[in-house]
């Protein structure tokens, strides 16, 4: 039986596939770039661990061969943050939603960004919920529609790169699934930032966003991301009229402050003597 | 750039492809089409091996063999 390409092989449970994701959804895409940024690093499996909390995105560990952990919603961070503590040599890296990470999870959000632990995070972004029936979520733009905003959404959406660069995250980078080369390369400097890294990745979910919307097909969705991406390195370029549009992609933030597990270890060091 | 290689292989798995035309769409040389809601290789003499087609399938259902991503 053939079961996909080498990289497929390599790094997916591929008995489980093909995977529930309906068709034309971008979060596939997405967890194959994810996949390949790891195998890019050279990572050792067995120090890789996935975790994510529940949405469609979050089905993602179900598929990758990893040390993987699939827990309650909005809660992956705090799960993740928990094994980076008891295991820091681990690579933790967090596959959550729009919906999981910045509405039910929003809280654990701001504060892993806050300590700046060392935990990638890419957040699965379809501007809904899709698992549920297609709810408007914390990034479904304003005035646009969902079964729970059938006249129009009167929120502002959540820049979820802005919130966590606000927050104190110290790798901030937005991919889409069209730019999948760009976002492997975005994925793996965040793995490689110690610290709190996350990747807001643009996904499409032709069958509850785009449908209540009329963004029309899969493909019509991917041209879309191909048409209104405007990558930060060229934004100077663009009169802001334009730039209202659009959407901004590229990495937004790179720096080094002290991380959080380093931090806590320090005071284990220092208070040691009080034990003995 | 892109540069062809005739040492990959273009597979695909017909099972695991729902239909959704993101390949298509996106190959450079039209090699693609589908058929019945599945994927069907129309035009193996234009393909140009770039590989877009495997980076861009949400199931995984086309991809070049010999192709270990290093």
């Known amino acids: 039986m053939n079961t996909g390409s080498q990289l497929i092989k390599n790094n997916f449970r591929v008995e489980k596939l093909p995977h529930i994701w309906c068709p034309g959804c971008g979060h596939g895409i997405l967890m194959r770039a994810v996949t390949e940024a790891i195998e890019n690093l050279n990572l050792d499996k067995k120090k890789v661990c996935i975790v994510s909390g529940i949405g469609c995105s979050s089905r993602a560990p179900g598929y990758m061969d990893f040390n993987t952990l699939h827990t309650t919603h909005g809660r992956a961070l705090a799960f993740a943050t928990g094994i980076k503590l008891a295991k820091p040599e681990l690579k933790v890296i967090v596959i959550t939603g729009d919906g999981d990470c910045t509405a039910i999870g929003g809280n654990h959000l701001i504060h892993a960004a806050r300590r700046n632990i060392d935990i990638t995070t890419i957040v699965f972004n379809n501007n809904i919920y899709g698992m549920t029936g297609g709810q408007y979520s914390p990034t479904t733009p304003k005035n646009e529609f969902g079964t729970t905003a059938p006249f129009g959404n009167i929120d502002k959406a959540f820049d979820v790169c802005k919130l966590a660069d606000g927050a104190g995250a110290t790798y901030v980078a937005r991919g889409t699934a069209y730019h999948v080369k760009q976002l492997i390369k975005l994925v793996e400097k965040g793995i490689n930032n110690k610290g709190f890294s996350l990747i807001d990745a643009i996904s499409i979910c032709p069958t509850y966003y785009g449908r209540k919307n009329k963004k029309g097909l899969a493909v019509d969705m991917m041209n879309y991301l191909k048409d209104n991406a405007v990558d930060v390195k060229a934004v100077k370029k663009f009169q802001k009229e334009i730039l209202e549009d659009k959407f901004v992609i590229g990495e937004f933030k790179n720096t080094t402050e002290p991380e959080y597990t380093d931090e806590y270890n320090k005071i284990l060091e220092k208070v040691k003597h009080l034990h003995k | ?70």
């Open chain 2, 1 to 70: 750039m892109v540069i062809s290689n005739t040492d990959k292989e273009l597979k695909i798995i017909e099972k695991w492809c729902k239909g959704c035309g993101i390949c298509v769409e996106f190959c450079p040389k039209d090699v693609l089409e589908v058929l019945d809601e599945t994927i069907f290789i129309r035009d193996l003499e234009n393909c140009i091996k770039c590989g877009f087609c495997e980076l861009r399938c949400p199931d995984y259902a086309i991809y070049l063999e010999g192709d270990s991503n290093e």
